[in-house]
């Protein structure tokens, strides 16, 4: 399971630093990847602070070209030489704000492979295409147009951008369906398989909820995961419910 903090453009050295001392006292569970996306900037500051611990560390972008005149951007391998493991792409901020195409993505992915960091692409519905009822052939289109030509190993979080800062979800049947669905997509492509993770107003009310959905591989958080309180609730959520189904099994 991978449990992962957007921090997208929030916090500082200090509240990073005081953040890291917390969540250092937590019982690292080994069937947890626990992953934190910092700004980029503090990439390296984060990295010498969880050194020693099981966080891991990803970008939460990368460009498609290795280096060049392209100001204002990271290459995949620079990420990649400060220890990053994972890289976020097409997060739906991005494809809004800086117009990310699918082609593009596709290409960060391929970029981000050949750094060998594991992509995260992000796909999701707005408002008007889940209630005009076509959400499922938006995906599938965005999942087609933007999977990388060859990947070992590859994540997909499905966050619908109705979700995403409102703290609405969809229902646990929508989204086992759709992860489902993903899935299904990925695997008629490629023989393969892959993980999806749910993103989208994940808090420590609804964590088991989503977990439990099924064909859940993870959570991508954003706000939640700004407070450390609430991050490590939902943190020890996850390990009391990976217990659970142990136990059950
Ligand atoms: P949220 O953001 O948890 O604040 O809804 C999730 C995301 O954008 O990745």
Redesign the pocket.
């Known amino acids: 399971m991978l449990i992962a903090a ?1 921090w997208k453009m929030n916090l500082d050295k200090y509240s990073i630093m005081s953040y890291i001392k917390q969540l250092e006292t937590c019982n690292f569970s080994n069937d947890i990847k626990l992953c934190i996306f910092p700004p980029v900037i503090y990439i390296n500051f984060l990295y010498e602070l969880i050194k020693n611990t099981p966080i891991l560390i990803g970008g939460q972008n990368c460009h498609y070209q290795p280096f060049g005149a392209f100001t204002g951007e990271v290459s995949a391998i620079s990420l990649k030489e400060f220890d990053c493991k994972y890289v976020i792409l097409g ?1 739906s ?1 991005r494809r809004t704000y800086n117009k990310e195409t699918n082609q593009n993505i596709k290409k960060c992915a391929e970029s981000g492979i050949k750094a060998k960091l594991k992509p995260i692409i992000c796909v999701g519905e707005n408002i008007n295409i889940r209630e005009n009822g076509t959400a499922k052939n938006f995906i599938k289109k965005q999942i087609v147009e933007s999977l990388p030509e060859k990947f070992d190993e590859l994540t997909i979080a499905y ?1 619908p951008i109705w ?3 409102t703290g609405k979800i969809p229902e646990k049947a929508e989204i086992n369906e759709m992860h489902k669905y993903i899935k299904e997509i990925v695997s008629s492509k490629t023989n393969k398989n892959i993980n999806v993770i749910y ?4 808090n420590e009310t609804n964590i088991k909820d989503i977990l439990s959905a099924g064909n859940v591989d993870g959570v ?5 995961s700004l407070k450390i309180k609430e991050f490590l609730a939902i943190y020890s959520s996850a390990v009391m419910y990976l217990k659970y189904i142990k136990v059950k099994d």
Do not use: A, C, W
């Open positions: 957007n997060h901020e966050e979700s995403i800062g993103g989208g107003s994940v991508l958080v954003g706000g939640s």
